[in-house]
């Protein structure tokens, strides 16, 4: 035995051993290969007539949106472009599910940028999306008015270069049971005061702990409490400077006094205590059981729980009220954008799709849809009866400045500083940290972040 | 019948060559091209990575989350090695040596929670520990202990201890398996033989089925060690996604937080290179103290 691992078959070993070594240091390097390879057996092009034809690829996230809307206008898609093959990469975890494609240099052609697990500042860095600037002020929609300017909210930029186009206009707001508050006489609240004394009522009322959010994902309170909060009390240059970490933003005495009334919440026990380990679901199944009466989270909601409603619900959306008294409610949007790969394997086909999704058309039925907005002005929502009420409420709000200010974010915070700054905040609303101690610790997250 | 030693090769060959390739393929690459990607800025979603050296290493020991994330694996080892010992060699030794009637239905039961994933099980007591309709609390205050209920995972402080019930539940069944299989090789004559001379069931178990079941209690608690190490990050992952503010994160959801939510692979990487060097150190350490002359009567 002993001869076995010195003659012929150590030398086997050996080799194999370095095959593996070879093998595990060279991934880096050999990805041109997999590209010509793939490109043969697709079959992109633009035919004699100058018509787009091929393979589409298309990733879109499903989520509280569902899919019924894609599945139309890919339909519709399919009719204009005959010689299309559309193939569609889509669900819950489709951002994991293709991350192997987007990491060997194969991506689909076009991406929904939307859920967990995908970022675009990240793609953006990593320079796998298409620069659109020139191409996008070609577009039109269908009445002949320019796309560039007809977006509700303009595309955000990176150095000044656009690279995805923002299809759903969402935005984060705070809601409530509109049939609990007007059988009960609670009074929606209008600002920070009328929301504790309304919490105060619902409180003793109730005899419920009346604000929940999920406290495994505390960017919920953060986008939807704190950025209209620090909209609201510092405007988009504040706000700018807190997602990007600018030295000092997050130890200046505007935010430390917003903190102090997440602080005040936690101290009068507005917070659902068990808040700390409930999920996304968790927290929005416990809204709709009425365990709490306020939650803040997007436009989905509705969409998202719809087969979960207790009888007699009925949708009310605030925009969330953290202002002072006398000011006007605060939104941040947030956009969900579209785009394309930068090595879509067939990029006209691409540009058709995304062109063709554009339109004001789409945009109602994605209303009717969704329960959302897409990001297109001159959507008149109120004619149309599919479209639910809360919708066509807050869509008139949000248009109205008296009542409710824009402040529109830089682009989202990277996830490097979001996720230090929301585990401080948790143990803010656990009551285990204050908010001075809060605000070190973001200061110190903001400071390791711009390292 | 007189081998060649060309055959005895060709068959030595045939045996260990597929295994080997298969042992290169699955386990050798993918650690070294963890230890190579430990070396790198990269994102893990695209093909641009920078190589920066020792960066990462330098960041693991300045981060300030991974002391506690060792401490947390450690703690969550510590409470499942004693949890399930001790309740695995009582099941065991109760189903063996006291001859209940229906031993062959606990057993079962004992064992169904082994064949649920634990992503289910993780589920499971997700609901059992939820503040307002979950049976711990219900049952707190049906016993009118009211004050002790608690948000058991959304605590800080109450998180961690609460996910080693679940982790000890699920784990009893195999453990218990294993030492009955010890248990019953062990010839009854010594039994008997004890009791001649006048041992009681107490002193039975100390001087006769534990020495000789040892080799089944080491395998077991090195496996619980390894399991743990490597994979209590799936319960954790699954009950509270390493919060309330990082106070229930292990090494393996931290990994998988900076590498698939942060977009830091690299870093990632460098965890898994850090939580490989932990586990190889405490096996080896176990071994050392757990080291004992094989003992026969």
């Known amino acids: 035995m002993n001869r076995l691992f010195k003659g012929r078959f150590f030398l086997l070993i050996a080799v194999l051993l370095m095959v593996a070594l070879i093998a595990a240091c060279s991934s880096g390097e050999d990805n041109n290969d997999t590209d010509d390879a793939t490109e043969t057996s697709g079959t992109p092009s633009t035919d004699a007539e100058g018509e787009v034809s091929g393979d589409l690829e298309i990733q879109y996230f499903v989520g509280g949106y569902g899919d019924s809307w894609w599945k139309e206008v890919i339909a519709d898609f399919q009719e204009e472009y005959p010689d299309i093959n559309v193939i569609e990469h889509a669900g819950p975890n489709i951002n994991d599910e293709m991350r192997s494609r987007w990491v060997s240099n194969d991506p689909p052609d076009v991406v929904y940028i939307d859920g967990a697990g995908s970022s675009e500042t990240q793609m953006v860095e990593d320079g796998q999306l298409m620069n659109l600037t020139e191409w996008v002020e070609g577009i039109e929609l269908e009445g002949g008015d320019k796309l560039v300017d007809s977006f509700i909210v303009q595309p955000g930029k990176f150095n000044g270069e656009i690279y995805s186009l923002p299809l759903v206009f969402d935005t984060w707001g705070t809601w409530y049971d509109r049939a609990l508050f007007e059988e009960k006489g609670y009074d929606v609240p209008t600002d920070f005061d009328s929301f504790m004394s309304s919490m105060e009522e619902i409180k003793d009322g109730e005899g419920i702990e009346p604000f929940v959010t999920s406290g495994q994902h505390p960017y919920y309170f953060l986008r939807g409490m704190l950025y209209p909060a620090f909209g609201a009390a510092g405007g988009e240059e504040l706000l700018a400077d807190l997602i990007t970490g600018a030295e000092g933003a997050w130890t200046s005495d505007v935010v430390l006094e917003t903190m102090k009334k997440v602080e005040n919440m936690q101290q009068e026990g507005m917070f659902d205590s068990g808040l700390g380990a409930l999920n996304h679901t968790q927290s929005q199944m416990n809204f709709l059981l009425h365990e709490n009466s306020f939650i803040p989270v997007g436009f989905w909601l509705p969409n998202e729980m719809a087969n979960d409603i207790p009888e007699g619900f009925d949708f009310g959306f605030i925009p969330s009220p953290m202002q002072d008294e006398g000011e006007p409610f605060a939104i941040v949007p947030d956009l969900r954008p579209l785009a394309i790969a930068e090595n879509a394997e067939n990029p006209e086909a691409a540009k058709a799709f995304v062109e063709f999704a554009f339109t004001r058309e789409y945009a109602m039925s994605f209303s009717e849809h969704t329960g959302a907005i897409m990001n297109i002005t001159e959507v008149d929502l109120t004619e149309n009866e599919n479209v639910p009420g809360y919708l066509t409420e807050a869509n008139a709000m949000i248009n109205d400045p008296e009542q409710v200010q824009i402040y529109e974010k830089p682009h989202p915070m990277s996830a490097d500083l979001e996720t230090p700054i929301g585990n401080a905040l948790m143990s803010l609303m656990l009551g285990n940290m204050t908010a001075e101690e809060f605000v070190e610790e973001a200061e110190k997250a903001a400071a390791e972040y711009r390292d | ?297």
């Not at chain 2, 990575?49 to 960041?59: A, C, L, P, R, S």
């Not at chain 2, 503040?131 to 707190?140: A, R």
């Not at chain 2, 509270?240 to 990082?246: D, F, L, M």
């Open chain 2, 1 to 297: 019948m007189v081998q060649s030693k060309k055959q005895k090769y060709t068959f030595l060959a045939f045996c260990l060559v597929p295994t080997f390739i298969m042992f290169a393929i699955f386990t050798l690459y993918p650690l070294f091209s963890g230890l190579y990607y430990s070396f790198f800025d990269w994102s893990g979603s695209s093909q641009n990575k920078e190589f920066i050296g020792f960066d990462n290493y330098i960041k693991l020991f300045n981060d300030a989350i991974i002391p506690n994330t060792i401490i947390h694996d450690y703690f969550l080892v510590v409470t499942k090695v004693i949890g399930i010992m001790i309740l695995a060699m009582f099941f065991a030794v109760a189903l063996t040596q006291l001859k209940i009637k229906e031993a062959p239905f606990y057993r079962v039961v004992f064992f169904f929670p082994n064949i649920m994933s634990v992503v289910v099980i993780g589920i499971l007591w997700t609901f059992i520990y939820n503040p307002s309709m979950g049976l711990v609390n219900s049952g707190l205050e049906f016993l009118g202990l009211g004050n002790l209920a608690r948000p058991w995972l959304g605590s800080e402080t109450w998180a961690l201890p609460s996910l080693v019930l679940p982790s000890i539940w699920a784990g009893i069944g195999l453990f218990m398996l294993m030492l009955m299989g010890g248990i019953s090789n062990v010839s009854k004559s010594y039994y008997e033989a004890a009791e001649m001379d006048g041992a009681n069931q107490w002193q039975q178990f100390w001087k006769v089925t534990l020495p000789l079941v040892w080799p089944q209690i080491k395998i077991s608690i090195l496996y619980i060690v390894i399991t743990t190490l490597n994979g209590s990050f799936v319960i954790v992952q699954v009950m509270t996604a390493g919060g309330p503010n990082n106070s229930t994160h292990v090494m393996g959801s931290y990994l998988y937080q900076q590498a698939f939510v942060q977009y830091n692979f690299g870093y990632g990487a460098t965890i898994g290179v850090m939580i490989l060097i932990l586990s190889l150190i405490t096996v080896l350490l176990m071994q050392f103290l757990m080291r004992r002359d094989k003992v026969e009567y």
